[in-house]
């Protein structure tokens, strides 16, 4: 490192041996740092502490000015940013405003000379991950105030974009309901409106015979129109789920599924009580499970299909299996084609709940569907003093 070399920008990179306690990336590149300092004494104290935070490694940018530390946080990647709150003239806090105008998303760190718990308060409502006074800062400190805020930051855009793909998804819902009552309902409505007028008409006419026919030959339509309807709001939420639990649903979801293709062997194990898996599961552990067998229905070309629900270790394992052509998971995974197969709905929706999904699929072998959910202690704990009530509870002659 040259020093006393006044530049806009300096880098200089740290590295460290042993594992990362903040994850940057998938490959566990560096944490790329930006400080703001105008001071190169107070840049090499802070550069010194840096160097001592294992195990962690860093990739550290120095900017000695507003306007260019302004630039560069708009226009480099950066995952942190250490802010000196006295800039020449201007402050962090109108740097911090500035920088927000700008779209900058990442965490600032005020470092200042001098603590004022009056500007620590505005700066953390500005959205400053942190204030550190220079005199009390450690390389303890600084490294867990760094990690706290890369951390938080991380968990903050994940939340924006759960919330980005929960909106996405009930737009696509309202979309699909929309589209479903125009293609079915709309059309039965319609009809219904004509076929009446033609039956009143009729009567009108001293025609009452006519008019009769002309009602009783719309009672097929009408009983169209009540199965489409129930069909959409079996779509929406299966009241079964509400009224005789998951597992009668999943049986009712196998009868269902024979009627429509009567050449395949639909099997359906159960190897848990309705009581062991938790309310907030059970509209998922359908869904899965009949996006599953859509699939199988139009894709597979299977015989046999085998459905299980059961306990597995401390956890519920939901699998679904098919002798079927199978797939090349490799080319579907690197496509679009795993969404037009649901395999990433089935995904998401097993890990939004806690779970881990996974695929067994070979060309000209079937393929086996598996999402399992570990029970939390709570939960267990609740079933167990529901068991334990109901054996202890006297029999009434």
Not at 133 to 151: G, Q, W
Request: charged share 25%; with cysteine.
């Amino acid at each position: 490192m040259i020093i006393g070399l006044r530049t806009d920008r300096f880098s200089t990179e740290l590295p460290h041996s042993g594992s990362m306690e903040v994850t940057v990336g998938e490959d566990n590149s560096p944490l790329r740092i930006v400080y703001i300092e105008d001071d190169e004494d107070d840049f090499l104290i802070i550069h010194n502490l840096l160097s001592e935070m294992t195990p962690m490694k860093f990739q550290l940018e120095w900017i000695t000015n507003y306007d260019a530390g302004l630039e560069a946080i708009s226009n480099t990647p950066f995952d942190v940013c250490l802010l000196d709150y006295r800039l020449g003239d201007r402050d962090g806090l109108e740097f911090l405003r500035k920088a927000t105008e700008k779209g900058c998303k990442m965490p600032i760190i005020f470092l200042t000379g001098v603590g004022n718990y009056e500007i620590d308060l505005q700066a953390m409502r500005m959205g400053a991950a942190d204030y550190l006074p220079k005199n009390e800062i450690s390389a303890s400190i600084l490294e867990r105030s760094i990690r706290y805020a890369v951390t938080i930051w991380k968990s903050n855009n994940d939340l924006r974009a759960l919330s980005s793909k929960l909106l996405t998804i009930l737009e696509e819902e309202r979309k699909r309901l929309a589209s479903e009552l125009h293609d079915s309902i709309g059309p039965t409505l319609a009809a219904m409106k004509f076929w009446i007028e033609m039956a009143l008409k009729l009567r009108d006419e001293g025609d009452g015979s006519a008019a009769l026919n002309r009602l009783e030959q719309f009672v097929p339509i009408l009983q169209r129109s009540i199965e489409e309807t129930r069909n959409i709001y079996m779509g929406l939420r299966p009241s079964m789920l509400d009224d005789v639990g998951l597992l009668a649903t999943l049986q009712w979801l196998r009868q269902e599924c024979i009627k429509l293709y009567p050449q395949r062997h639909i099997e359906f194990e159960s190897g848990i009580a309705e009581e062991e898996v938790p309310e907030s599961l059970k509209v998922n552990i359908f869904r899965i499970a009949q996006e599953a067998l859509n699939n199988i229905a139009k894709h597979s070309n299977a015989e046999w299909v085998d459905i299980s629900l059961s306990r597995n270790g401390n956890g519920i394992e939901l699998v679904v299996s098919d002798d079927g052509v199978g797939m090349d998971l490799k080319l579907i995974l690197q496509t679009n084609t795993a969404r037009s197969l649901g395999l990433t709905s089935m995904r998401e929706r097993t890990e939004l709940t806690g779970g881990s999904f996974s695929i067994e699929s070979t060309p000209g072998e079937g393929t086996i569907i598996r999402a399992c959910w570990p029970i939390q202690a709570e939960d267990q704990k609740r079933r167990d003093h529901h068991s334990e009530a109901l054996s202890t509870k006297p029999l009434v002659a």
